[in-house]
């Protein structure tokens, strides 16, 4: 036992000066012009793997300013380029902690590199960028030049059409307030998808409730119709169960498990991808997780996406835990 402790008490130790050790080669290492250190060459200095050393970095020792980008007009096209390539070549599926390392690599708030490697992969426009563009055009740069700017969105043609979807959104006028359904209307629907819907048609069940909501508009029958469904597939434990089992006998081939299930190819991943999460979720929330999904929820990231950032939540719960925090938020201003 006692030899046991010891020999506990001697790797921690060592790890501990190995910390120290990578901690001051970082220090020596930081390009401020960059930004950032050059992290490549401390895992080679040390014949580690280069994870390993930002696992070892110990931030408090650091003297080196973390840099704070909550928007993505902050980062520079060489840091994204190099945020992307990290995620790309070091992780599978980024959890909390790893985000934590990208963090470290990118000198960067870890929040800050999420959201940012979220917009590299979904690109949206947003306030600041709108605004940041708009002031490109009035000081007389060409579509050409403010995408090399923000190369994000893939092509100038992309980016032009994301400019102005955004400016009618913004010049649009304000939706009128959403139609409350009663019990006994979403019963009426219910019924009506039940004896008139087939998968893939919702048309006759669109013309059944219009008859039957002659006040209401086709968009708010249709998105009542759209939901209504959405609910009735709900993914069951089983069915994640099923779908594994499939896997197992015949791999990724959906297109095989989406007739054994009698659903579609993506529908069957996305069971799949469900399964995946549900196996590494964990139910209590760490304030990191939390912080996460504060983010989401202030760049408008769904729940889907959500759970695919943190690594160790479902969509439900992810879903769940963020109207849990809309709520506190309203409260706290009201």
């Known amino acids: 036992m006692e ?18 050790c990578v901690t001051q080669m970082a220090n020596r290492a ?22 390993e050393c930002l696992r070892l970095f110990d ?11 909550p928007n ?6 060489d840091d994204l380029s190099t945020l992307k390539s990290l995620v790309l070549e070091q992780f599978d599926a980024v959890t909390v902690d790893e985000w934590r ?3 470290v690599y990118m000198n960067v708030k870890q929040n800050d590199c999420s959201m ?3 917009m590299c992969n979904y690109p949206r426009m947003t306030p600041d960028l709108y605004e940041a563009i708009t002031r490109h055009r009035n000081d007389g740069l060409t579509w050409a030049d403010i995408f090399e700017l923000y190369p994000l969105f893939g092509s100038v043609r992309v980016l032009y059409n994301a400019c102005r979807r955004f400016k009618k959104h913004v010049d649009s006028k304000p939706k009128s307030p959403r139609k409350t ?3 006994e209307e979403t019963r009426r629907i219910q019924e009506l998808i039940q004896i008139y819907y087939k998968p893939g048609n919702r048309r006759e069940v669109l013309n059944r409730a219009q008859v039957a909501f002659p006040n209401l508009s086709q968009e708010s029958i249709l998105g009542k119709i759209e939901m209504t469904i959405r609910k009735t597939k709900n993914i069951t434990n089983n069915d994640m169960d099923r779908v594994n089992k499939l896997v197992e006998a015949y791999g990724k081939d959906w297109q095989r498990i989406g007739q054994e299930i009698d659903a579609s190819p993506r529908h069957a991943e996305r069971i799949w991808t469900l399964y995946q999460q549900r196996q590494k979720s964990t139910q209590a929330w760490t304030d990191d997780e939390l912080d996460t999904l504060r983010n989401c929820i202030r760049d408008g990231v769904g729940m889907t996406e959500a759970s695919r950032l943190l690594g160790t939540k479902t969509p439900h719960m992810c879903n769940a835990k963020m109207q849990s925090l809309k709520r506190q938020g309203k409260q706290q201003y009201d």
């Open 59 to 69: 931030p408090s020792l650091s003297t080196v300013p973390v840099r704070s980008l």
């Open 181 to 183: 359904w009663s019990n």
């Open 3 to 20: 030899q046991a402790l010891a020999a506990d008490d001697a790797r921690l130790q060592k790890r501990a000066e190995l910390s120290i």
């Open 101 to 103: 390392l990208v963090g």
């Open 30 to 51: 930081y390009d401020e012009q960059r930004g950032r250190c050059d992290w490549e060459s401390i895992a080679r200095d040390m014949e580690m793997p280069l994870i």
């Open 116 to 118: 940012a490697h979220n």
């Open 72 to 77: 993505i007009t902050d980062w520079s096209v």
